[in-house]
């Protein structure tokens, strides 16, 4: 059975949400990390370990983009739509530049990936996850991801608020706010809070 556009876009933000949350949960792990192993000035305790641990950052906010890489254009094309459809007053100053950061993310990750696929198509056939110069180039392509990675999980969160002012307008098909029957008179023993 084939799925709806509507069902299409609330599975991608479902997916977008989870992306949020993990990226969320893999900075603060970093942060705390960093904090507990570098000294006063920010200098790491141990350098290698250090750098071990960002690049498993660095993977792991890759590998949890990655689930919504496929989609991310199309969940920013649909916020822009539904965007132009809002009200004035229901649009916020900052998500124009928020979706601009996102898409400036997207084509630079794009470019990352397909300059990955470049580099791992040109690798030794012995090459293989696990092994040293395939972990290496790996390890570089997420280093270099670090900061548009970063961008999505910190401006990721203007889709969803963009969707959710999107089902809160009013209907385009409604050119007015629909008019709403009074409500009919409580009897005498009601009062107005046991109506709400």
Known sequence: MK???HQNHKQRL????????????????WDA?????????????????YRQRASRRDADTWRAFNRIRPSARALVATAEAQLQRLPAQAVQSRWVWQLG?????????????????????????SARPGTEVYDDARARRNAEAWHELD???????VLLEIHRA????PSALTPTAPVRA??????ASH???ARR
């Not at 479902?14 to 603060?28: D, G, K, M, T, Y």
């Not at 898409?103 to 580099?119: I, Q």
């Not at 999505?152 to 969160?157: I, P, Q, R």
């Open 191 to 193: 009062s107005t809070a």
């Open 14 to 29: 479902e997916q977008l949400a989870v992306f949020l949350r993990e990226s969320n949960q893999i900075l603060a792990d």
């Open 151 to 157: 961008e999505w999980a910190s401006a990721g969160e």
């Open 182 to 187: 009074p409500a009919p008179p409580a009897p």
């Open 166 to 169: 999107a089902l809160q307008a």
């Open 3 to 5: 799925t709806s556009p």
């Open 101 to 125: 950061v996102l898409d400036t993310a997207l084509d630079r990750l794009a470019a990352l990936h397909d300059d990955w696929l470049v580099t791992r198509d040109s690798l030794p056939p």
């Open 33 to 49: 990390y960093s904090e507990q192993h570098t000294d006063l000035d920010g200098w790491p305790h141990d350098e290698d370990a």
